[in-house]
């Protein structure tokens, strides 16, 4: 059966988790790495918010130096990602304002 879009995005998610820790010279998490590397998506982990978090905590150097690294295609992909996801945070916080 093919992967459904989350499968794939939470796989590529856990690549993206995997290519930051690496950056940083950390360990990876051993499900993460599963997830990330596996065909088999019965390891899919959701790791949205440690990754968040994860970049959340770079000093300004090394957010530069690992997320706008304009020659690492992984880079590019984490860099689109932390849009994204902060787009969608601040898309998040206006339906509550707006709604509640």
Not at 71 to 76: D, I, V
Not at 94 to 99: D, L, M, P, R
């Amino acid at each position: 059966m093919n992967p459904t879009n989350k499968e794939l995005r939470l796989r590529k998610n856990c690549q993206l988790y995997v290519y930051l820790l690496v950056s940083q010279g950390k360990e990876v998490p051993e499900a993460i790495q599963e997830c990330a590397v596996s065909y088999d998506y019965d390891f899919i982990v959701d790791c949205v918010a440690q990754l968040s978090d994860e970049i959340e905590g770079l000093d300004s150097d090394t957010f530069e130096k690992i997320v706008n690294n304009k020659e690492s295609n992984k880079a590019r992909e984490l860099a689109y990602w932390w849009e994204m996801h902060q787009e969608a945070n601040r898309l998040g916080d206006e339906i509550v304002k707006t709604c509640l």
